[in-house]
C-alpha cells in the first residue's frame, strides 16, 4: 500500500524536526496527527476558545491539502487538560466545524500534553471516498 504525508504551507520544517507528517494518506484514508491550539508562530494562546479554534483550524489546513473539509472526518479522538471545566466551551467550538454525518467522537481526559500550556490535541481520520 502507498502512503504519501501531506505538509501544509509552513508545516514541513518542523514535522520533520521531530520526525512526523502533519498528515498521511494511506488507501482511502488521511490519518492526521493530533493538533494542539498553537499558533502558527509556536506559541501557546491562553484562551482556552482561542486554542480550540486553532486547533480545529490546523486540522482544516491538512484536510485542504486534499480538498476536504470536515465533512469528510469520519473518528475523531480529543486528548483534554480540564475535559468537564472545558468541555461544553470545546463542544461548541467544535460544533462550528463538525458537519453531518457527524464523526464518532471519543474525548479523554489526560494528566499531560507534549506542548506545554495545551489543553486540548484533537486526532482526526477522514474518508476520501466521496464524503465531502
Known amino acids: 500500500m502507498t502512503k504519501r504525508a501531506l505538509f501544509p504551507i509552513g508545516s514541513k520544517e518542523s514535522a520533520e524536526a521531530i520526525k512526523i507528517s502533519p498528515g498521511i494518506v494511506s488507501g482511502n ?3 492526521l496527527t493530533g493538533m494542539t491550539g498553537s499558533k502558527p ?3 501557546m494562546p ?3 476558545e482561542e ?3 486553532s486547533a480545529f483550524e490546523k486540522i482544516l489546513l491538512v484536510l485542504n491539502e486534499e480538498d476536504l473539509t470536515f465533512c469528510s472526518v469520519v473518528e475523531m479522538t480529543t486528548y483534554h487538560i480540564g475535559l468537564r471545566e472545558h468541555f461544553d466551551l470545546f463542544n461548541q467550538v ?3 466545524y463538525v458537519q453531518a454525518p457527524h ?3 471519543t474525548a479523554v481526559e489526560v ?3 507534549r506542548r506545554e ?3 486540548v490535541e484533537v486526532r482526526v481520520i477522514a474518508a476520501m471516498d466521496g464524503v465531502g
Open 51 to 53: 486554542q480550540f479554534r
Open 94 to 96: 467544535r460544533s462550528n
Open 41 to 43: 508562530d509556536g506559541s
Open 111 to 113: 494528566a499531560g500534553l
Open 103 to 105: 464523526p464518532a467522537w
Open 29 to 31: 484514508h488521511i490519518f
Open 46 to 48: 491562553s484562551k482556552p
Open 117 to 119: 500550556g495545551a489543553l
